[in-house]
Each structure stands twice: as structure tokens, then as C-alpha cells.
């Protein structure tokens, strides 16, 4: 209860010109993935397809961090520090790391991540590649190789022969399908190798790369080296480079700014680049200077760009079906995303069906399936219809393409509503799946339903039927009745859901505490359109008044008053229904020369209880009259949930 006090006096006393008033209260395709990575940097990443793992080194943790293909971790190894270059056996029975800080390269055990064995190089190992069994690697501007067919492991440094890579960390390049070549590059210098002789490189040709290269890969057809950075006279570009004498040759353009290159076992280009407002990885066909496929990053950071590709953070699966790359944002976070048939173009179907059609009467869909390179005449695309009578889709003929990609097809719908055609194709080796679909709005009956009461006003707690009426329809002859008190405490709720009786109707009873607008809805079928209709009924506010502390009752006239000695403090105690913040209206009236003077007007909160308390001073002489009324006023009394309701004056007399 909340309690609230007037003085009487100082009421007389404003009617009068003077004023002052007391106060007081108490009282929520295969898809990519991505997964974060608990990684400071990346120095290199490789995937081994045989045991479905990818590894991934950070030289600042000193670690390698192994995930499966969705990017859960399977095993952390510690202990390496400076850990970069990682290349796999040709077995994949074991992954070879270099520890640039230990001078050395570990081998790890594909199977139990255990540590197999650690060879000292007397070098800092940088970026690995293994050829014909031999692990080669970048120490500071030179060549090496570790060799451990025989017995002992050989370990063989200073092999450049005569490049002058001007002490720049080496990025190498080899592929399984080009065996006895490998291929070095930095400082602007690129050199191939024959390495047919166990652990020993022998220069086969040497020019020139851009200096701001940062990875270099080697086509699987042996023709190509292609590198992260082109010629400045491409732009931004990844460049290319012939084999046999390395000269100059188009490239693959990228956005700002290349930073990864790498190749997969049919030929497939996967370009990166550090683009913060343009795509990220861009998937080229061999040969192809328009981008099959391009990826986007998000923004997973706080910066206005996205996410970027950490420079050389690519690395293909052996068959190719998907792309590994790293990103990092602007908080340092890195996530390891996988791409998944990053190579197969991702066609368009696209899918036009009238806007309005009649029932049970032919209609015809047309559409298109495009790609980079279109699929041949005659594709198979899949059709469904989705609509009342068939919500898990019905299957419908095929319909097969045309040469330009379009297709048509008709159909009479046997339903009405909205009916959907969802047209499908299901991809083939170089193009992903694809799929489409439009509705169209089919004419069905309209219904006839109505709802009494509409605009009723009722007294506080008053059970009130509310009775829908439904006319014919096809099939359907449910009817759901909701209620939705006035007020955002209480939730719309389901008062009854169920068949209308032989007369077509359905009623329900709400308990009339607050305004409350009711809904009854018919779902439609087949022929028959849905309809809903909504009517608002009243409720008035439940308001009582009690004085106390009077002595007696008495008529002065017709009219009853409580009689309070003139010292007297009358208490007026009103009970209203309670709502969140909800304030009372209390007035104060004094009867003076024949009139009923309004003295205090005021809104004040009552407690959480509905109950408010008003004190009123005692006036200190007799022969005053007053009366006193608590009213709730919509929209004035602090919301809007009930109708304006007054309560019954009180009267009050004072006496000696």
C-alpha cells in the first residue's frame, strides 16, 4: 500500500490565494565453416587428406595447432619455437616442421601427433618442401636439404649455386606430379632446380620476381611458377613465369593486394590478396584470367574493412574439393575457414511464375539456369510445388534446358493460395548445385467469418462469451480465437482452437480485467481463402473507496456523509487493479456558498498492491464540508489498459 498525506487546511488556504501542499509516500552446397583459432600468427599451413587434418604453425606460440576439416582442434604440440615452414610425406605418415629458432626440423607422427624424431640443421629453417623423398629448405637467403633415406640423416647447406636472393627468407615451390624439380624465390630473384640427385640442387634457370612476393607455387603440368605478386606492369596480379626459361607470362588478376598463391592437383589457382573492401581469395581455371569463383570475408572485427587472408594462409586439399584459408581481423583474432568446392562456379537459377492465377486452371513457369560457363542444352532441373494441400512439396515432370539456359514448364494448380515452384539443379563436376523459386498468389473463396462485441464496454472482471461465426468453406472449419489484453505485461494468448459446431460457430469467454482487443482466424483450405477478423471490448477499471476514523454516518439532504471530529485525521483508502506504474487520480473537492470547489486534483502512484492510502489534515474547525473520488483516466493514470473509470464520491463532514 502506498500512503500519501493532504492537509485540508492548506487546501482552503490555495482556494483562498495562498498554496502549499504536503507530501510524503512510503511503501534472445556443403557448406563453409569457419572456427577461430587460438593462434597469435600463421607461418604455414598443410593439409593431409589421407587422416582428414590440417596444421597449422605459429611461430610467435612456438606450436602447431592440428584441426579436423571443420576446424575443431585435435592436438596442440608445443615446444617449437619459431616453428614455420610444415610440408607433408609423400606417405602422409609423418608432417615435417621447421623450428627456426631451434635450428632444427621435427618430424610428427600423422596418427598419434607424437614427435618421431628432431634433426639439427647447424641453420635457421624457414619455409619446407619435400621432393622425391628429400626435405628441402630456406635458411636465411640460401638452399638446403635434409635427406634421411639413408642410415644417418645428411644434411646438406648452401645450395643456391649462382642467385643472389640478397638474403631474403626463400619461399620454395614443388609438386608431387613434377618430381625432381623445385623452385626458390626472394630479394626479387626466382631459380628452378633439378634435384634428381638425392639432396642436391642443380640450377636450371634463374630470373627475376617482384620483390613484394611473399609465396611461390609450381603448376602440377610442370609449365608454370606462378608467384603471389605479378610484374608491376599487370597491377595487382598473381604472376606467372615459364619453367623452362622462366620469361614473363599473363597472369591472374587480383584485387589489392596479393599476398598468397597456391595450386591444386588439377591446375586449379587459388589467389589471395589483403583486401579489406574487396574479395579475398579468388579460384581461377588454369589459364583463365576471370575469376571462376570469389570469396568475400566477413567483418568479424571492430575496423570499417573486413577480415583479411594472412599472407600465404592457403592450402588446398589433395582431391581438391576444398581451400583452406586463415584470416585474421582487427583484434588479432585468426580463423581457420574451410571453402568448400572452391573450384566448381556457382551458377544462377533463376525462377518466374505469374503473380496471380486461377485455380484448377493451366499456368506457366519459365526461368533460367546461367553460369560462367553455361551447362549444355538439356540439363536436368528438378521441379516441386509447395502449397496447402501438399506442404513437404510435390514432386512435378522434369524440365530440361534449352541452349541459352532457359527452361518452361506448366502446370495447373489444384489448390489455391500461395503456391511455390522450387526448381532445382543439381550441379556437376565443375558447377555447384543450384536452385530457385517464385509463387504466385492461385484464387481461392472468399471466406465468411464475424466476431461480436466489437466496441462493448464492461464492468471490471465481467465474463464475456465472444462467439465467431463461420460460413461455408471447402474443407476446413477450424477456427482459432486469441486474446490480447491491452498492455505490453501480457502476452497474446490462444483462448480455443477447435471445429465450429453445426451452426458455424465457436465461442470462448474472457474474463474482462483490461481492454482486450479478440481475433478469430480461419486458415484458409484449398478453395477457401483465410480470413481474420479482430474486435476490441472494454473493461472498465475496478475502483472502491473506504473512509475511516469517522465517528458516525448522517444525511445532510439525500446524501450520506462521514461525520470526523474537527482534530480528526480522515483516512480515504482506495483499491484499484493493479498495473505497472499505474497512478490514480484523487481529487478533493470543498463545498463553499452553495458550490463544490475543486481544491486538489492530483495523479499519484498507488503500490504494487493497488492500494493508496491518502491522509488528510486534520482542518482544525467545523462546519467545513468536502468530498474526495480516486478515478483511473486512460492515458493519464500512467497507461492505457483499462477504460476511464470514476469512483463514487465520499463525503465528509467536520464537527467540534
Keep these: 500500500m502506498r500512503r500519501r498525506s493532504i492537509s485540508i487546511a492548506t487546501s482552503l488556504a490555495v482556494l483562498f490565494g495562498s498554496a502549499a501542499l504536503m507530501t510524503g509516500a512510503a511503501g534472445s552446397a556443403a557448406a563453409d565453416s569457419a572456427k577461430v583459432l587460438n593462434v597469435a600468427g600463421v607461418g604455414d599451413l598443410v593439409v593431409d587428406g589421407t587422416h582428414g587434418r590440417v596444421y597449422v604453425s605459429d611461430p610467435s606460440g612456438g606450436r602447431i595447432v592440428v584441426t579436423d576439416y571443420a576446424g575443431a582442434v585435435k592436438a596442440t604440440l608445443t615446444g617449437l619455437p619459431g616453428v614455420t615452414g610444415l610440408a607433408l610425406s609423400a606417405d602422409a605418415g609423418q608432417v615435417y616442421a621447421a623450428v627456426k629458432n631451434g635450428h632444427r626440423i621435427v618430424a610428427v607422427d600423422t596418427t598419434t601427433y607424437a614427435q618421431k624424431a628432431s634433426y639439427a640443421l647447424g641453420a635457421a629453417p624457414g619455409d619446407l618442401e619435400v621432393v622425391d ?64 640427385a638425392q639432396g642436391t640442387a642443380a640450377l636450371r634457370v634463374k630470373g627475376d620476381m617482384d620483390t613484394s612476393a611473399q609465396q611461390i607455387d609450381l603448376t602440377p603440368d610442370g609449365g608454370q611458377v606462378l608467384t603471389s605478386w605479378g610484374a608491376p606492369s599487370q597491377g595487382y596480379s598473381i604472376g606467372a613465369y615459364a619453367v623452362n626459361d622462366l620469361a614473363r607470362q599473363a597472369g591472374y588478376p587480383t584485387d589489392a593486394y596479393p599476398n598468397a598463391v597456391r595450386v591444386a592437383p588439377d591446375g586449379t589457382v587459388a589467389a589471395g590478396s589483403d583486401s579489406w573492401y574487396e574479395p579475398d581469395v579468388h579460384i581461377h581455371r588454369p589459364g583463365d584470367p576471370v575469376p571462376t569463383r570469389e570469396y568475400d570475408f566477413p567483418n568479424t572485427g571492430d575496423s570499417s574493412g573486413s577480415d583479411t587472408l594472412v599472407p600465404g594462409a ?36 533463376t525462377v518466374a511464375a505469374p503473380a496471380k492465377a486461377e485455380r484448377a486452371k493451366k499456368l506457366t513457369v519459365t526461368g533460367r539456369l546461367n553460369s560462367k560457363t553455361r551447362p549444355a542444352a538439356g540439363t536436368v532441373l528438378t521441379v516441386t510445388r509447395v502449397d496447402v494441400e501438399s506442404p513437404s512439396g510435390k514432386a512435378l515432370p522434369v524440365v530440361r534446358t534449352k541452349a541459352d539456359g532457359t527452361f518452361s514448364f506448366a502446370d495447373t494448380p489444384p489448390a489455391g493460395g500461395k503456391v511455390t515452384y522450387r526448381v532445382s539443379y543439381a550441379g556437376d563436376a565443375t558447377h555447384a548445385p543450384a536452385a530457385g523459386a517464385d509463387a504466385v498468389e492461385v484464387s481461392r473463396k472468399a471466406a465468411s467469418l464475424s466476431l461480436g462485441n466489437n466496441g462493448k464496454l464492461y464492468a471490471y472482471g465481467k465474463d464475456v462469451k465472444f462467439t465467431a461465426h463461420l460460413g461455408a468453406t471447402y474443407r476446413n472449419r477450424t477456427v482459432a480465437l486469441y486474446a490480447d489484453p491491452f498492455g505490453s505485461d501480457k502476452p497474446k494468448k490462444l483462448l480455443k482452437s477447435a ?10 469467454v474472457v474474463d474482462m480485467t483490461r481492454d482486450t482487443a479478440v481475433t478469430a482466424v480461419f486458415a484458409g483450405d484449398a478453395r477457401t481463402a483465410a480470413r481474420t477478423v479482430k474486435v476490441t471490448a472494454y473493461a472498465q477499471a475496478k475502483v ?22 474537527k482534530n480528526t485525521d480522515p483516512v480515504i483508502t ?19 456558498q452553495g458550490s463544490w470547489i475543486e481544491t486538489v486534483s492530483e495523479y499519484i502512484t498507488q503500490g504494487s498492491d493497488g492500494k493508496l492510502s491518502v491522509r488528510l489534515g486534520a482542518p482544525g474547525e467545523s462546519g467545513i464540508r468536502a468530498r474526495v473520488r480516486s478515478s483511473y483516466v486512460n492515458g493519464s493514470s500512467g497507461d492505457s489498459v483499462n477504460s476511464t473509470t470514476h469512483g463514487a464520491w465520499k463525503y465528509l463532514a467536520f464537527t467540534n
Excluded at 482506495?574 to 463553499?592: D, E, I
Aim: proline share 5%.
Design 133 to 196: 623423398g628429400v626435405v628441402w629448405f630456406g635458411h636465411g637467403g640460401n638452399l638446403g636439404s635434409l635427406d634421411v633415406s639413408g642410415a644417418e640423416p645428411v644434411v646438406r647447406l648452401g645450395q643456391r649455386g649462382d642467385v643472389e636472393f640478397w638474403g631474403a627468407a626463400l619461399s620454395l615451390a614443388a609438386d608431387p606430379a613434377v618430381p625432381g624439380v623445385l623452385v626458390a624465390g626472394g630479394g626479387g630473384e626466382l631459380a628452378v632446380y633439378d634435384v634428381t
Design 574 to 592: 482506495t483499491t484499484m487493479n493493479a498495473c505497472p506504474g499505474r497512478k490514480q487520480r484523487f481529487q478533493l473537492q470543498v463545498y463553499v
Design 314 to 349: 592457403l592450402a588446398w586439399s589433395p582431391d581438391g574439393a576444398r581451400l583452406f584459408a586463415v584470416s585474421v581481423n582487427s583484434r588479432g583474432t585468426h580463423t581457420l575457414r574451410t571453402l568448400t568446392d572452391p573450384a566448381k562456379e556457382l551458377p544462377t537459377l
Design 544 to 565: 472502491s473507496t473506504t473512509l475511516t476514523k469517522h465517528y458516525k454516518k448522517g444525511r445532510i439532504g439525500s446524501t450520506t456523509y462521514h461525520y470526523f471530529r
Design 499 to 508: 471445429k465450429v459446431n453445426a451452426r458455424g460457430d465457436l465461442s470462448a
